[in-house]
């Protein structure tokens, strides 16, 4: 079930797990397991393809942090299909996202010579890069009427939905108000008024999917796995200036 309707839906470059997600979700659709237990096995994929990355077994790396990003889409598949929607899951999922990208750049980090500033650049630059995707996405999702579990602006605690308890929530939101918020206020403020413009076509939308977590992931592999660890980070830095062509683009004609 896509988050957009048909006829506003765009290649996501950041989504080609998509696929294997939906499998995934309908196989599990008639068992016990609920999207949070997806979230907790999308966790442990990424920390065991952190464990290949320091061992120095890339290609196993990269097929787990490959799979993560598969999980990663499974988990909201699943609360879909069993039309089970949380705003407990959709935190815990940014959340766990969030800290597994800092504890993929310092591993990086850790096992090159770049200078930990850079480290911090990069990872600060990604989550910028996501923020802004996201953020457009959101807006389209809103706009059309598709999947409205993510808000545009994320600035009060949710109201429970039935099946989850609010004091998980609530607790959730305010650990992803502390490690999100700084991102927001700073997309936000670089292009406030995108929820008032024009619908951004679906090309704009597919090259802005390149910022996506599992577009991130798939490059970070790809690097890996080719030897080119150290640079990483620099591409990462270098990539952030993209976020403000794509702003100017959205201003200038939509």
């Not at 696929?19 to 994929?45: G, H, M, Q, W």
């Not at 004091?167 to 406030?192: H, Q, T, W």
Request: charged letters at 15%; hydrophobic letters at 50%.
């Amino acid at each position: 079930m896509s988050k957009l309707p048909k006829e506003h839906q765009f290649i996501d470059l950041s989504d080609y797990g998509r696929p294997i997600a939906r499998i995934i979700a309908n196989s599990l659709k008639s068992t016990k397991f609920t999207p949070v237990d997806v979230t907790i096995a999308f966790v442990i994929s990424g920390l065991i393809g952190i464990y290949f990355i320091i061992e120095g077994y890339y290609w196993a790396a990269a097929f787990f942090l490959i799979f993560k990003s598969v999980l990663d889409a499974a988990d909201g598949e699943l609360a879909r299909v069993k039309e089970t929607p949380s705003y407990t899951g959709r935190f815990l999922d940014s959340i766990s996202d969030i800290i597994l990208n800092f504890i993929i750049f310092m591993t990086i980090w850790h096992l090159t010579d770049i200078h930990l500033v850079y480290a911090l650049l990069a990872f600060f630059g990604i989550q910028l890069q996501g923020t802004l995707y996201n953020y457009y996405y959101v807006i389209l999702r809103n706009r059309f009427e598709g999947d409205t579990t993510s808000r545009v602006f994320e600035d009060k605690t949710p109201i429970a939905l039935p099946g989850e308890k609010q004091k998980n929530v609530a607790i959730l939101f305010f650990i992803y108000k502390a490690l999100y918020g700084i991102y927001d206020e700073i997309i936000y403020a670089l292009d406030k008024n995108a929820p008032k413009g024009k619908p951004f076509p679906n090309w704009l939308m597919t090259l802005i999917s390149t910022f996506g977590l599992g577009f991130q992931l798939l490059i970070i592999s790809v690097f890996l796995v080719l030897g080119l660890k150290t640079f990483i980070i620099p591409f990462f830095i270098g990539y952030s200036v993209m976020i403000f062509v794509f702003i100017f683009i959205r201003k200038a004609f939509y």
